[in-house]
C-alpha cells in the first residue's frame, strides 16, 4: 500500500510538470510567432548582389547632403581624403559634444527671472484684517481665566505650538473639561472678545467715503474675534482704488479697561494687531502680522507685488493643486485643509477653525484628540510646504503686499483736547486707547516678478539644428537620409543572416541523447 501511495503521488508531479512545460511551451511558441512570420517574410525577399550593394554606398556617398562625405569618396589624392576624413570625424565630435551639452543644460531644467512694472489706471485694494492685541473683555477673564489656557489649545490648529501638558494651566484644564462637558468655546469667545461697534471703531473712511462696522467680516484667528475689511465675499472687494495716496483711515479704541490678556503668554502690548492679505486668501497672522500701538499714527503704504512660478520641474509649483473650501490656492489655505483631514480622520470630528464639513470637536476632543495629533503631524512632517512633493507647494500664481510703515504721536496736544472734550474723555484715556491707521497705495502700478524657462522646446531644437548646420552642415532632411541608408543596410544584414545560418545549420551533426529514456523514468 505503501509503494502504491508513493507511485500514485510520483504519477501526479510528473503530469503537472508536463502541463506546466506544454503551457510554457505554447507561451514560447506565441512569442515567437510574430518572429517566424518575419523570418518567413524576409526569407523571401533576394540579397542584392555585391557590386549593387557598393553602389548603393557610393551613391549615398556623393549624394547626402551630409557636407564633407563627397569629398572623401570623390578626391582622387589618398592624402585629401585623409585630411577630408580627419574634417569630418573632427566636425562630428564637436557637433556630439556641444549637442550632449545642450541636452544636458536643458534636462536641468534651467530658469531665469524676469520683473515688470505695471501701470494701471485702477487697482484692487487689498483686505485687511484687524484684531486686538487684548482679545478678552476683563470681567468675563476675571471669572473665567482658564480662557486663556484653553484658546491656546484650541487655537493650535492655525500654528504648531508647543503646549506644557504638566503646567498648572493644564491641570485646571482637565477639571474644567470633567466639569464642564457642554461648554462651547465658540460662543464664549464671540461673546466675550473683542467686538466692532461705534464705541470702539470711532472713524471709518474708504476714499473720503463714510464706512462703519457693517463693511467688516468677523473671522476667528489665534488673537480671537479678529474682523476682516474689503473680504472677498464684500461689495468692496469688486471696487478699484483709482487715486494714489489716499485709501481706508480707521481710529479705533483699544479700550484697556474693558480688554485685557494674560502677560505670562506673551501678550502685554496694547493696540491693533493687522495683516494686509489677498481678499481671497484667509489672514495668516503668524509672522506676518503688522502692529500698531496705543497714542500712535500709523501710516502704512502698501505695493501690489504678484509673483509667478513655474511648474516642476522649472519650479516647485503644482497647477493641479485645488482646495475644496477656497477659491484660490495658497499654502495657507492648503496647511489648513491638511491638518483638517488629518484631525478628522484621527478624531472624527472638525476643529470649527478649521474649513471643511463636520462636526464640531468639543473641548475635551481637543485636549484629548486633536493637541496630540498636531503634535504628531508636526514630528512626522506630515503637513509640509515648498517643495513641488510637498503636501502644500508653493502656488504657480500669488499677490502680496510689501508695506513700508512709519509712525508719529498722535494725538497732537491740541487734537488731544478737541478729542478728549469731542468723545467726553480724559486726555489720559485719549492716549492710552486710541489707535489711528491709515493704508494707502503709494503709486497706481504693480510689479509682476515671473520665473521663466530659460530654454524652451523650440530653443533646444533651434540650438541643436543650428550646431548640425555649423559643423556638418546637416539637417532634418540629412538624419532622414541617413536613417535610410542605415535601415536598408539593416535590411540586407538580416537577409544575409537569413541566407547564411540554414546552409551553416545543415554542416552540422545532429545532437545524440546519450542518456536515453532511463533519466527520464528516473525524473518521472
Known amino acids: 500500500m505503501v509503494i502504491d501511495g508513493n507511485w500514485l503521488?510520483?504519477?501526479?508531479?510528473?503530469?503537472?510538470?508536463?502541463?506546466?512545460?506544454?503551457?510554457?511551451?505554447?507561451?514560447?511558441?506565441?512569442?515567437?510567432?510574430?518572429?517566424?512570420?518575419?523570418?518567413l517574410y524576409l526569407s523571401k525577399?533576394?540579397?542584392?548582389?555585391h557590386t549593387d550593394r557598393r553602389k548603393f554606398d557610393h551613391d549615398f556617398a556623393i549624394s547626402t547632403s551630409f557636407h564633407g562625405v563627397h569629398n572623401i569618396v570623390r578626391n582622387p589624392s589618398r592624402i585629401r581624403k585623409v585630411i577630408w576624413l580627419l574634417v569630418v570625424l573632427g566636425s562630428i565630435s564637436l557637433l556630439v559634444w556641444q549637442v550632449y551639452s545642450r541636452l544636458v543644460n536643458y534636462f536641468r531644467w534651467p530658469t531665469t527671472t524676469s520683473m515688470e512694472v505695471q501701470y494701471v489706471e485702477k487697482i484692487e485694494f487689498p483686505a485687511v484684517t484687524f484684531c486686538n492685541l487684548n482679545r478678552f473683555q476683563?470681567?468675563?477673564?476675571?471669572?473665567?481665566?482658564?480662557i486663556f489656557f484653553l484658546w491656546n489649545i484650541v487655537s493650535k490648529v492655525l500654528h504648531l505650538q508647543e503646549i506644557s501638558t504638566n503646567s498648572t494651566g493644564?491641570?485646571?484644564a482637565i477639571d474644567f473639561l470633567a466639569s464642564e462637558r457642554n461648554f462651547s468655546i465658540t460662543e464664549f469667545v464671540k461673546e466675550n472678545g473683542f467686538y466692532l461697534n461705534s464705541s470702539t471703531l470711532l472713524e471709518c473712511e474708504f476714499f473720503g467715503k463714510p464706512c462703519g462696522p457693517e463693511d467688516f467680516a468677523h473671522v476667528f484667528t489665534e488673537y480671537g474675534n479678529c474682523f476682516t475689511f474689503n473680504h472677498g465675499e464684500n461689495i468692496q472687494a469688486k471696487e478699484k482704488v483709482s487715486v494714489s495716496g489716499r485709501g481706508l483711515h480707521l481710529l479705533f479704541n483699544v479700550n484697556q479697561e474693558e480688554f485685557t490678556d494674560d502677560p505670562t503668554?506673551?501678550?502685554?502690548?496694547?493696540g491693533i494687531t493687522f495683516v494686509i492679505h489677498s481678499p481671497?486668501?484667509?489672514?495668516?497672522?503668524?509672522?506676518?502680522?503688522?502692529?500698531?500701538?496705543?497714542?500712535m499714527h500709523t501710516r502704512v503704504t502698501i505695493r501690489q507685488v504678484k509673483t509667478v512660478h513655474q511648474e516642476y520641474p522649472w519650479g516647485e509649483c503644482n497647477p493641479h493643486m485645488k482646495l475644496q473650501n477656497f477659491r484660490t490656492y495658497s499654502t495657507s489655505g492648503c496647511l489648513q485643509e491638511c491638518k483638517a483631514w488629518h484631525i478628522k480622520k484621527q478624531c472624527g470630528c472638525l476643529p470649527f477653525l478649521l474649513p471643511g464639513n463636520g462636526i464640531e470637536c468639543d473641548l475635551q476632543k481637543f485636549y484629548n484628540c486633536v493637541s496630540p495629533v498636531l503634535d504628531h503631524i508636526e514630528i512626522k512632517g506630515l503637513c509640509t510646504v515648498g517643495t513641488h512633493n510637498s503636501s502644500c507647494p508653493v502656488p504657480c500664481e500669488e499677490t502680496e503686499y510689501p508695506a513700508f510703515i512709519s509712525y508719529s504721536t498722535f494725538p497732537s496736544q491740541k487734537a488731544l483736547k478737541y478729542l478728549s472734550k469731542k468723545l467726553n474723555q480724559s486726555q489720559q484715556y485719549i492716549r492710552e486707547n486710541l489707535v489711528n491707521?491709515?493704508?494707502?497705495?503709494?503709486?497706481?502700478?504693480?510689479k509682476i516678478t515671473q520665473q521663466q524657462k530659460a530654454v524652451s522646446v523650440s530653443e533646444l531644437l533651434a540650438d541643436v539644428g543650428g550646431q548640425l548646420g555649423l559643423f556638418c552642415g546637416a539637417s532634418v532632411i540629412t538624419i532622414i537620409e541617413i536613417i535610410e541608408y542605415i535601415f536598408t543596410n539593416f535590411y540586407w544584414i538580416c537577409i544575409l543572416f537569413l541566407l547564411k545560418i540554414p546552409e551553416m545549420a545543415q554542416g552540422a551533426p545532429a545532437p545524440q541523447n546519450h542518456l536515453g529514456n532511463k533519466d527520464s523514468i528516473e525524473v518521472c
Open 280 to 295: 481671497m486668501k484667509v489672514p495668516q497672522f503668524d509672522g506676518l502680522g503688522l502692529s500698531s500701538p496705543v497714542g
Open 265 to 270: 503668554l506673551g501678550f502685554v502690548d496694547a
Open 9 to 39: 503521488d510520483l504519477k501526479d508531479s510528473c503530469l503537472l510538470k508536463l502541463e506546466m512545460e506544454q503551457f510554457e511551451k505554447s507561451n514560447t511558441q506565441a512569442k515567437k510567432g510574430l518572429l517566424e512570420k518575419i523570418k
Open 45 to 49: 525577399k533576394t540579397l542584392p548582389p
Open 170 to 172: 493644564s491641570k485646571e
Open 437 to 446: 491707521i491709515e493704508i494707502n497705495y503709494s503709486d497706481l502700478n504693480y
Open 138 to 146: 476683563a470681567g468675563a477673564a476675571a471669572t473665567f481665566g482658564i
